[in-house]
């Protein structure tokens, strides 16, 4: 079993960049592949970035590629997801999600119901 707490949202104007954090506990963090999803108001939960427990391939939704990356420190247990060019639609919850297995399979990646682990998430707002 792996705990995630994430860190690292709050409040930006567009154009800057935040850096989020998901610490997990255990020891085998590097046998887990790892997502970040985020939730807006009144809209249900989406896929925003995954990362693989092996091969560390990496896979993002069409809306943040090319302006957000997907990182993991398997030595500090730790996930990032470095956020540049905010807009203000990247206002959400982000939460960290992680599954155990070293799949690469793209859709079984960027589906939330393949995650067994959450974290509470994090706040990220973006003011136009």
């Known amino acids: 079993q792996v705990q995630l707490v994430e860190s690292g949202g709050g409040l930006v104007q567009a154009g800057a960049s935040l850096r989020l954090s998901c610490a997990a506990s255990g020891r085998t963090f590097s046998a887990y592949a790892m997502g970040w999803f985020r939730q807006a108001p009144g809209k249900e939960r989406e896929f925003v970035a995954a990362?693989?427990?092996?091969?560390?391939?990496?896979n993002y939704a069409d809306s943040v590629k090319g302006r957000f990356t997907i990182s993991r420190d398997n030595a500090k247990n730790t996930l990032y997801l470095q956020m540049n060019n905010l807009k203000p639609e990247d206002t959400a919850v982000y939460y960290c999600a992680a599954r155990l297995g070293y799949s690469d399979f793209a859709p079984l990646l960027r589906n939330l119901h393949n995650y067994a682990y959450w974290g509470q998430g994090t706040q990220v707002t973006v003011s136009s």
């Open positions: 990362i693989t427990a092996s091969d560390y391939g990496t």
